[in-house]
């Protein structure tokens, strides 16, 4: 079994910084891909960021600039630095991870359980 587990969420107010970190634990024999989501209260779930194995990234427009997102593969880690926040930021945000669980097992998409960020203006 596979587990995300995300932390460092909280209430910040705009203009403040948070870093949010996602551990993978488990039967893990290879991570590709990770992301970063969020959903706002009404609104549909969107990418926020996202990392190979390589090292690749890429951001939502919204955020370029103002976050980061990084992984060490070493401790199945990845974290999101969120800088300059603002209130629009405000959601829940969910980390995802492609895992391949064992040498003969298919990859598949796993999530966390979310973790609440709120930017007071």
């Known amino acids: 079994q596979v587990q995300l587990v995300e932390s460092g969420g909280g209430l910040v107010q705009a203009g403040g910084s948070l870093r949010l970190s996602c551990a993978v634990a488990g039967s893990i024999f290879s991570i590709d891909r990770m992301a970063w989501y969020r959903q706002a209260p009404g609104k549909q779930r969107e990418l926020v960021a996202g990392?190979?194995?390589?090292?690749?990234?890429n951001y939502a427009d919204s955020v370029k600039g103002r976050f980061a997102i990084s992984r060490d593969s070493a401790k199945n880690t990845m974290f999101l630095q969120m800088n300059s926040l603002k209130p629009e930021d405000t959601a829940v945000y969910y980390c995802?991870?492609?895992?391949?669980?064992?040498?003969?097992?298919?990859?598949?998409?796993?999530w966390g359980q979310g973790t609440q960020v709120t930017v007071s203006s």
């Open positions: 990392i190979t194995s390589g090292g690749s990234t």
């Open positions: 995802s991870a492609a895992v391949v669980a064992s040498p003969r097992a298919s990859i598949f998409d796993y």
